[in-house]
């Protein structure tokens, strides 16, 4: 029974989009898709259980979330007492035979989730409905934990996704990609979309994993579709290089037992040499397509993860063009998160004490007041100075914003070690 649930938890976190993204494309209706992929979601747990998990659970999910749309959709032309003509060639046009559902649940399922992506990155959707929005369908988080991931009550966030639902069904938004200028004027929002499923994969806000690497391959899958969409668009090239050149350190990221490994202590003969080879090839197209103009945030933070990849060790990077990098993405994209990740490449480029100048002037910013990284940060240049209790007390700080139990652990640790260290000078 234990086993029936893990089973149904995991693939529910892998394959909700894909079925909300199949379901919408018959109901037109991104809240009614999820609500009815819940549904399906709900027989499983009644079934599974007792009658044992399906051979393709998947496509079980996917074939009982579209039965149940055709029927609704059915009662509806029933209940409006539509001509029966009508809606015998309506059912043809928005939904497929039964039949057909069965032998081919997840049919043009690629197709469907990047339509789902432009649905709800349609400007109707304010960008903090869309975020939570996108945490919801594409990561499979809860309420609960967007809104640990966001900083925000739990009230909040699912009015805000219940505002970004109402309103792409009031507008009757298509489960469609756009062309031409629609296409232009929802790029932005996608691609900002995109690298935040690409984040939730790579450093899970919430859960016991650090890494899910499911949500890194599906925010691949779709910078590529994206590529191929818009191969002019530079910033569309330096995304899928910065995701290919992260997603090489995944299997050097995480330790035999789950645990974080940090980018200094990772073995780099564990890196994906063909995806480094493939983020280099996706910056040089970008760089080519930007030409002689101001290089875009994607592009920038791509050549910044182009410095570890190119380098053999932690020693051997250039951590002073990485310097220069990120004082040009301040720049263009000037914000918190981005001055304290330029404060870390600063202690490596000019030492500890011109970084904590940097972290020290960002301790009143309220974007970080909860930001767990800020003390970790801080905790790691201070014990570089000698600072050990300073440091403990910030790592006891950080350990306690966690939300992500891997990225807990891995603090208290790190506090242990810094107490025991300071026991043994003692």
């Given at each position: 029974?234990?086993?029936?649930?893990?089973?149904?938890?995991?693939?529910?976190r892998a394959e909700?989009?894909?079925?909300?993204?199949?379901v919408?494309?018959?109901?037109?209706?991104v809240?009614?898709?999820?609500e009815?992929?819940?549904?399906?979601?709900?027989?499983?747990?009644?079934?599974?259980?007792?009658?044992?998990?399906?051979?393709?659970?998947g496509?079980?999910?996917?074939?009982t979330?579209?039965?149940?749309?055709?029927?609704?959709?059915?009662?509806?032309?029933?209940?409006?007492?539509?001509?029966?003509?009508?809606?015998?060639?309506?059912?043809?046009?928005?939904?497929?035979d039964?039949?057909?559902?069965?032998?081919?649940?997840?049919?043009?399922?690629?197709?469907?989730v990047?339509?789902?992506l432009?649905?709800?990155?349609?400007?109707?959707?304010?960008?903090?409905?869309?975020?939570?929005l996108?945490?919801?369908?594409?990561?499979g988080?809860?309420?609960?934990?967007?809104?640990?991931?966001?900083?925000v009550?739990?009230t909040?966030?699912?009015?805000?996704?219940?505002?970004?639902?109402?309103?792409?069904?009031?507008?009757?938004?298509?489960?469609?990609?756009?062309?031409?200028?629609?296409?232009?004027?929802?790029?932005?929002?996608?691609?900002?979309?995109v690298?935040l499923?690409?984040?939730?994969?790579?450093?899970?806000?919430?859960?016991?994993?650090?890494?899910?690497?499911?949500?890194?391959?599906?925010?691949?899958?779709?910078?590529?579709?994206?590529?191929?969409?818009?191969?002019?668009?530079?910033?569309?090239?330096?995304?899928?290089?910065?995701?290919?050149?992260?997603?090489?350190?995944?299997?050097?990221?995480?330790?035999?037992?789950?645990?974080?490994v940090?980018?200094?202590?990772?073995?780099?003969?564990r890196?994906?040499h063909?995806?480094?080879?493939?983020?280099?090839?996706?910056?040089a197209?970008?760089?080519?397509?930007?030409?002689?103009?101001?290089?875009?945030?994607?592009?920038?933070?791509?050549?910044?993860?182009?410095?570890?990849?190119?380098?053999?060790?932690?020693?051997?990077?250039?951590?002073?063009?990485?310097?220069?990098?990120?004082?040009?993405?301040?720049?263009?994209?000037?914000?918190?998160v981005?001055?304290?990740?330029?404060?870390?490449?600063?202690?490596k480029?000019?030492?500890?004490?011109a970084?904590?100048?940097?972290v020290?002037?960002?301790?009143?910013?309220?974007?970080?007041?909860?930001?767990?990284?800020?003390?970790?940060?801080?905790?790691?240049?201070?014990?570089?100075?000698?600072?050990?209790?300073?440091?403990?007390?910030?790592?006891?700080?950080?350990?306690?914003?966690?939300?992500?139990?891997?990225?807990?652990?891995?603090?208290?640790?790190r506090?242990?070690?810094?107490?025991?260290?300071?026991?043994?000078?003692?």
């Open positions: 029974m234990a086993d029936a649930y893990a089973v149904l938890d995991a693939v529910w909700s989009a894909r079925i909300v993204a199949g919408a494309r018959v109901v037109r209706d809240g009614r898709a999820e009815l992929a819940h549904d399906a979601l709900v027989a499983a747990l009644e079934q599974w259980p007792s009658q044992g998990v399906p051979e393709n659970p496509a079980w999910l996917a074939a979330a579209r039965r149940r749309a055709i029927d609704l959709i059915r009662r509806e032309q029933n209940f409006s007492r539509k001509a029966e003509q009508v809606g015998h060639e309506e059912s043809r046009r928005t939904a497929p039964a039949a057909e559902v069965v032998a081919d649940p997840v049919r043009a399922v690629g197709d469907d990047l339509a789902l432009f649905a709800t990155c349609h400007p109707l959707v304010a960008r903090e409905s869309r975020v939570a996108t945490l919801r369908l594409f990561g988080l809860t309420t609960d934990e967007i809104a640990r991931a966001l900083l009550g739990s909040t966030v699912g009015q805000r996704i219940s505002r970004a639902k109402k309103r792409l069904s009031a507008a009757g938004v298509d489960l469609e990609i756009p062309v031409g200028e629609e296409l232009e004027g929802r790029i932005g929002a996608v691609l900002e979309v690298y499923i690409y984040n939730e994969g790579y450093a899970a806000t919430t859960g016991a994993d650090w890494v899910r690497a499911d949500l890194c391959d599906e925010a691949m899958r779709l910078g590529r579709r994206l590529a191929a969409l818009m191969p002019e668009r530079p910033e569309v090239h330096g995304l899928l290089a910065l995701m290919e050149l992260q997603a090489s350190r995944l299997r050097a990221r995480v330790g035999p037992d789950g645990e974080p940090l980018l200094a202590d990772q073995d780099r003969g890196w994906d063909l995806l480094v080879r493939r983020g280099l090839d996706g910056l197209r970008a760089e080519a397509a930007t030409g002689t103009r101001r290089r875009d945030p994607y592009t920038l933070q791509a050549g910044i993860a182009a410095c570890h990849a190119r380098a053999g060790s932690v020693e051997a990077t250039d951590w002073a063009a990485m310097a220069a990098l990120y004082a040009e993405l301040a720049v263009v994209t000037p914000s918190p981005v001055e304290l990740n330029r404060a870390v490449v600063v202690g480029a000019d030492g500890p004490e970084a904590l100048e940097v020290d002037a960002l301790r009143d910013e309220p974007a970080l007041a909860r930001y767990h990284l800020l003390p970790a940060v801080r905790a790691d240049l201070l014990t570089q100075l000698g600072r050990r209790e300073e440091a403990a007390a910030e790592l006891e700080r950080a350990a306690e914003m966690a939300s992500n139990d891997a990225e807990r652990a891995l603090l208290r640790r506090l242990d070690d810094l107490r025991e260290t300071a026991l043994g000078r003692g």
